[in-house]
């Protein structure tokens, strides 16, 4: 594929090699998270793989390893098989609003095992998208014991960070 950048045509291989070589040391790591993505999930993975390392901040190409990428698009995608309403989201959708690791500049942490555990039970018996959005707007706020509060410590707190306060901004509620 062939892109035009700057006046030039570039291919798209050369683009993404250009947001690999930011990482630095760390592009171990990243080439390590696309390869294990495309093993485990076959192409699907892969194109998953890339769309994150892509939206990636600079910060974050230099530090996340591939266990925590890995962790989380592993839970991201086996929520897709299991759940009938998530297979029917577009990829695009799915990529965009159910993959992510992270929203802002929040701090990064491991909250998606646990948000898994406690999501899961709470979407079982939904058939549709918009009904696991209803049960986890009913539900899932009052289980972690995270309200809406102004008074939080800074803007776009992590999950643990909010659950820790048992407080949360518009943003915070949205980053969880």
Known sequence: MMFVWGGAFVQAEDLFDA????????RVELEAFITTSKN??????????????????????KQLRCEFLNENLDLAIRAREEFSWCAKL???LFFNDVLPYASLDETRERWRPDFYKK?????AKASTSTEAVQALNSKFFNLINVHYNTGRKKPNQSPAESIVQSRATCTGLSII
């Open 90 to 92: 577009p990829e695009e």
């Open 119 to 123: 999501c899961r039970k709470l979407v």
């Open 19 to 26: 947001v690999l070589a930011k990482a630095g040391d760390n």
């Open 40 to 61: 485990e999930h076959g192409e699907f993975g892969h194109r998953a793989a890339i769309f994150l390392v892509e939206g990636m901040s600079d910060l974050d190409l």
